[in-house]
């Protein structure tokens, strides 16, 4: 007989080994999530758990099992295992300047989900973020050009009552949060594949908002945004 996982927080808060695929199976991806805002709670608060990170790295070595997959920004302050409280082996993590989400980056969600396994697809992007004011500034350097030119729809996108300037914060991070939600009507739009699991109730596929002078991550409710 299988032993019943206790609640969801027993199992990405475990301090000793590595999520296996039994743990990992039982979990809803409404759970996946739940366990998420709560590791991202333990890091605001400075409570996060005492993980025995040798033991999980001896125990994933032969196969893993993660839960989720998360595609955050390269920006060196939002390490995605960190703020949201997870070990080795409980999370796939993609990171790219502007989180933004090309064709590698959407076959690297469809091997973590449909090959995978994991339940929970996590888009987000962060406060003051470097490569949103490198697209509003018309940056241009050598392949980051091409990079800070997939951020430009969510500029278009973005209305404004004031000026339109990388200077302005509170106009940068309502760039970036129309980036993450154009990024999410890619995955869906772009991925038949995510988009049938997430039908089928199999997959969530959420964006979020991380607040760097805070910790928290701010999971969005979605509005109708297209590309223009």
Same mark, same amino acid.
């Given at each position: ?15 000793? #080994? ?14 996946? +999530?739940?366990?998420? *805002? ?19 790295? *001896? /125990? ?9 997959? =998360? ?18 082996? $409980?999370?796939?993590?993609? *990171?790219?300047? &502007? ?5 590698? +980056?959407?076959?690297? +969600? ?17 406060? !003051? ?7 509003? $500034?018309?940056? %241009?350097?050598?392949?980051? =050009?091409? +990079?800070?030119? @997939? ?21 940068? $991070?309502?760039? !970036? *949060? ?11 739009? @772009?991925?038949?594949?995510?988009? $049938?699991?997430?039908?089928?109730? !199999?997959?969530?596929?959420? #964006? ?6 805070? &910790? ?9 945004? /297209? %590309?223009?």
């Amino acid at each position: 007989m299988t032993r019943p996982v206790a609640s969801s927080a027993q199992v990405l808060a475990q301090a000793h #080994g590595a999520l296996t695929k039994e743990q990992r199976d039982r979990l809803t991806p409404a759970q996946v +999530l739940d366990e998420l *805002r709560k590791g991202n709670e333990r890091f605001r608060a400075g409570a996060m758990v005492s993980r025995d990170y040798r033991a999980q790295q *001896r /125990s994933s070595a032969a196969a893993q099992f993660p839960a989720c997959v =998360t595609l955050g920004c390269v920006d060196s302050r939002v390490p995605a295992e960190v703020i949201f409280d997870v070990g080795i082996g $409980d999370m796939f993590s993609a *990171r790219i300047a &502007g989180n933004i989400v090309n064709d590698d +980056l959407l076959g690297s +969600l469809e091997f973590a989900c449909a090959v995978a396994g994991a339940k929970v697809i996590v888009l987000f992007g962060h406060t !003051a973020c470097g490569a949103v004011k490198g697209a509003i $500034d018309d940056v %241009e350097m050598g392949n980051l =050009t091409g +990079l800070l030119a @997939r951020i430009k729809p969510a500029i278009t996108a973005t209305k404004s009552s004031g000026k339109a300037s990388s200077k302005d914060d509170a106009y940068v $991070d309502a760039v !970036a *949060r129309t980036n993450v939600l154009l990024g999410l009507d890619g995955i869906r739009r @772009r991925s038949p594949i995510l988009a $049938d699991l997430e039908k089928k109730g !199999a997959l969530l596929i959420v #964006g979020g908002m991380y607040d760097l002078s805070t &910790g928290t991550l701010d999971f969005l409710a979605e509005a109708p945004v /297209s %590309e223009p």
